[in-house]
């Protein structure tokens, strides 16, 4: 992270509830701006995320800077990292990289076995999750628990979502699955990818040569 002195990226607990309305009124500024109309979390709901300690709150001193939560679907088998916002003064130093990466450790200490997805349309945090290892998918990969896509239903774009099916929408998912860890375990070490290796994975074996097919290689034999 860029230079801010005394700013700390932690496990939110009790002592960061009194922050909750200053979170979800700096939520709502943000969804306002971007006109994506997402709808407000109640008190309560942040409140047990925060005390629950699924949550991660960046601050500045003891001023509040940043935020993001998890939350589990389809009965654990899916965690979202959701509700990430940046203070605006705070933007551009790399805040929500770090909120997000301690987001992800959380996650993956406490669903180990799950998949972790978000949804979003900004460029900021599909760069982020790309270095965390998250991939794009289809919706077909994601949740199907109704619970999760009915909190689109705020959305401006809801009305899109439900005539694709839930098939597509606005938003890119994106995925990260810990089975993916394994094998790269298995081959000695983790998996970096990179545009580079996804090319050469693509590039067939014997360049674009036209193939030979088993029964003319038979035949010749
Ligand atoms: C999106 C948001 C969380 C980014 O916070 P931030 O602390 O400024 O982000 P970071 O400084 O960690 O930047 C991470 C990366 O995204 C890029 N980025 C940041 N804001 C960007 C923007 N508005 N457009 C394009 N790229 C952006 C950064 O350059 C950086 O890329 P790099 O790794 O190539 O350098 C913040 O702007 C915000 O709170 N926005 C409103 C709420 C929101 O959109 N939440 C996401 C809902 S899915």
Redesign the pocket.
């Given at each position: 992270?860029k230079e801010i002195k005394n700013m700390k990226v932690v496990v939110a607990g009790e002592e960061h509830v009194k922050y909750v309305d200053e979170i979800n009124d700096?939520?709502d500024e943000?969804?306002k701006?971007?006109g994506t109309g997402i709808a407000r979390r109640t008190f309560e709901y942040l409140a047990s995320k925060i005390t629950d300690g699924k949550a991660v709150i960046a601050l500045h001193d003891d001023k509040f800077a940043?935020f993001c939560y998890i939350e589990s679907w389809g009965n654990k088998g899916f965690v979202a990292n959701s509700g990430?916002?940046?203070?605006?003064k705070?933007?551009?130093?790399?805040?929500?990289?770090?909120?997000?990466r301690k987001a992800f450790q959380l996650s993956r200490k406490k669903y180990p076995e799950a998949k972790i997805f978000?949804?979003?349309?900004?460029?900021?945090?599909m760069?982020?999750n790309h270095?965390l290892g998250y991939r794009p998918v289809t919706f077909s990969e994601l949740t199907t628990d109704d619970q999760f896509w009915n909190g689109c239903k705020g959305c401006v774009n809801y009305d899109i979502l439900e005539r694709m099916d839930r098939t597509k929408c606005l938003c890119t998912g994106m995925l990260y699955d810990p089975a993916w860890e394994k094998t790269a375990k298995k081959n000695g070490s983790i998996r970096k990818r990179s545009l580079l290796d996804i090319a050469h994975k693509l590039k067939p074996k014997n360049g674009f040569k036209k193939q030979k097919s088993e029964s003319v290689k038979k035949k010749k034999n």
């Amino acid at each position: 992270m860029k230079e801010i002195k005394n700013m700390k990226v932690v496990v939110a607990g009790e002592e960061h509830v009194k922050y909750v309305d200053e979170i979800n009124d700096a939520i709502d500024e943000a969804s306002k701006q971007r006109g994506t109309g997402i709808a407000r979390r109640t008190f309560e709901y942040l409140a047990s995320k925060i005390t629950d300690g699924k949550a991660v709150i960046a601050l500045h001193d003891d001023k509040f800077a940043g935020f993001c939560y998890i939350e589990s679907w389809g009965n654990k088998g899916f965690v979202a990292n959701s509700g990430l916002i940046v203070v605006p003064k705070y933007r551009g130093y790399g805040l929500a990289k770090e909120i997000k990466r301690k987001a992800f450790q959380l996650s993956r200490k406490k669903y180990p076995e799950a998949k972790i997805f978000g949804l979003t349309t900004g460029l900021a945090v599909m760069k982020i999750n790309h270095e965390l290892g998250y991939r794009p998918v289809t919706f077909s990969e994601l949740t199907t628990d109704d619970q999760f896509w009915n909190g689109c239903k705020g959305c401006v774009n809801y009305d899109i979502l439900e005539r694709m099916d839930r098939t597509k929408c606005l938003c890119t998912g994106m995925l990260y699955d810990p089975a993916w860890e394994k094998t790269a375990k298995k081959n000695g070490s983790i998996r970096k990818r990179s545009l580079l290796d996804i090319a050469h994975k693509l590039k067939p074996k014997n360049g674009f040569k036209k193939q030979k097919s088993e029964s003319v290689k038979k035949k010749k034999n």
